[in-house]
Nanobody, 125 residues
Framework: VQLQASGGGLVQAGGSLRLSCATS????????IGWFRQAPEKEREGVAC????????YYTDSVKGRFTISRDNAKKTMYLEMTSLKPEDTAVYYC???????????????????WGAGTQVTVSS
């Protein structure tokens, strides 16, 4: 299983970015997939997740209404559309996959088996 995130960068507050994650070694509908992030001196947190069936999506409260997670099964790629970005969104963003089912939210980071290398998102004020 491999995941490769791209699309990070430097953006001003209020701007937008689209992260992409190319995957291989598994089908997107076989695992829970999502985006996690880690800001400096903070713990990793689940930002947005999609259940293996694709029927459920979850967002952490701080990004609801601003971020959208999606996947393209044919292209084996998942995305995170981020709008109205805030300085507190600054973090390394990871695309992640795992067998743990979503139950009312993203699984804990320690429960997700597969992690991409991460892409830096920096939002300036």
């Amino acid at each position: 299983v491999q995941l490769q995130a791209s699309g990070g960068g430097l953006v001003q507050a209020g701007g937008s970015l689209r992260l992409s994650c190319a995957t291989s070694g598994f089908t997107l509908h076989s695992l829970t997939i999502g985006w996690f992030r880690q800001a400096p001196e903070k713990e990793r947190e689940g930002v947005a997740c999609i259940s293996s069936s694709g029927g459920f999506t979850y967002y952490t409260d701080s990004v609801k209404g601003r971020f959208t997670i999606s996947r393209d099964n044919a292209k084996k790629t998942m995305y995170l559309e981020m709008t109205s970005l805030k300085p507190e969104d600054t973090a390394v963003y990871y695309c992640v996959a795992g067998r743990r089912r979503t139950v009312g939210g993203c699984p804990r980071p320690s429960a997700m088996e597969y992690w991409g290398a991460g892409t830096q998102v920096t939002v300036s004020s």
